[in-house]
């Protein structure tokens, strides 16, 4: 027994969702410590949820000895574990939260690539939790933080996270197994071996010469990439006089932005629009030129191209119908489904339609005739808003959203045209005003249209918010902080759904 208690087990805490391969990896590990004559046991606590939780997985390993029989813990201890392994960088900031890792003894080793949580995704606003603050945490916390975009080398690989990961342990020197018998346990996995090999090697590889794995820059807008390549002769020179415009008529600051919400327009509708869009730009700049908008680098041409691209290009079900339909996000769906040549994919889409976007695809006479007559409203809802799992890989469903997505060419002619070219504006008129008062205010007015997307029951609830947030520009308006103000009260809007953070808010500006 004194023996045994003079040697101390390695210990190690794996951390993965659903997908990741967290049980792979631990087997892989227990074939490793076997192999090598060690003894190893392993336990796993799985999550809540996929994203509310990740499984543990957790092992103890300890060179086996004749006749004893080691007594190993079937949990991690705070302060007391050798190697955290997590296959997200949120995890790993999980792990630092649970204790599991230390400054004197943990080795930490986590893929830098997100995989967003529950809370991330339903935010109203930007919930994404800060990737950089979790990392210079976990350089403070951990003896020795080993981070790299292991999911995008297991993709380029054909493989999965697992392989990769196992592939940065190998060459992390946390075990004491040469790595000709981690690449020999993939082998007598026997499936999967060729891809696991590659990925397992761009991980130690990614170690071994202490690289950062490089992010995809963000891709500028320019006059070749926001060219057209489909429509009639007509269509594609009425555009290139549109991108030339961008080029002659708006200041430098401002170019990229105004092309980008160029070509998002008239990906929506048509050049003719994306005209109308330039148009409206247009007279923004020369109140910004007569303000002094160059000393703030046009921030409020700037703030109207890509507000305004956002509120033209406005969801409805022919837009829905168009994304839905286009051969890119087939294209798309087999990639992310890593599905082969010869394999079929099934897409199912689900669909919920109301009566107010039923009326919103009508002529606008008849879509107002109809929304006038409360008991016809009633009846054609209940035959309407019922949840729908359409198969769009289908010809039936798939012709049905085509025929709608064409509608595109009599959507100006629509009643939910003209209800978004109302709200337009009007958004624009309070957007002026505000600029008359302060111009900081004005950039802010623009900004508020942030507030506002989607259909449906989402579009109702952003309206709210939005409508709540300008109700308090009267009050603002002859405040030298009133553009501060308006900025608090947006970001209030978007940190829930219930709207309380926004109510309360509201209250203290009424006070001031």
Known sequence: MNAIARERPITIAILAIGGQGGGVLTDWLIALAERNGWYVQATSVAGVAQRTGATIYYLEMIPAEAGRTPVLSMMPAPGDVDIVIAAELMEAGRAIQRGLVSPDRTTLIASSHRALGILEKTAPGDGIASSEKVAAIARIKAKRFISHDLQRLAEANDSVISASLFGALADSGALPFGRDSFEATIRDGGKGVAASLAAFAAGAEAVALGET???????????????????????????????????????????????????????????????????RL?????????????????????????????????????RVADLKTRASRFVR????????????????????PRIEEICGTMPVRLGKAIEARPGLTRALDRVFNKGRHVRTDGIFWFTALYALAGMRRFRRSLLRHEVEEAHIAEWLATVRRAFDANYDLGVEVLRCRRLIKGYSDTRERAESKYGKVLSALPLLENRSDGADWLRRLREAALLDEDGKALDGALKTVASL
């Open 213 to 279: 794995a490089p992010t995809t820059p963000a891709t500028k807008a320019t006059t070749a990439q926001t060219q057209p390549t489909g429509g009639s002769d007509r269509e594609r020179t009425a555009y290139a006089r549109a991108v030339a415009r961008v080029s002659t008529e708006f200041p430098d600051e401002a170019r990229e932005m105004i092309a980008t919400g160029l070509r998002h327009v008239a990906d929506f509708q048509d050049a003719a629009y994306g005209h109308l869009y330039l148009d």
């Open 282 to 318: 247009a007279e923004f700049a020369v109140l910004d030129r007569a303000r002094g908008g160059a000393e703030r680098s046009y921030a409020l041409t700037r703030e109207a191209a890509k507000y305004l691209a956002r509120a033209m290009a406005y969801d409805d079900v022919i």
């Open 333 to 352: 769906v087999r990639s992310e489904a890593r599905a082969q040549e010869d394999q079929v994919i099934h897409v199912t889409e689900y669909m919920h």
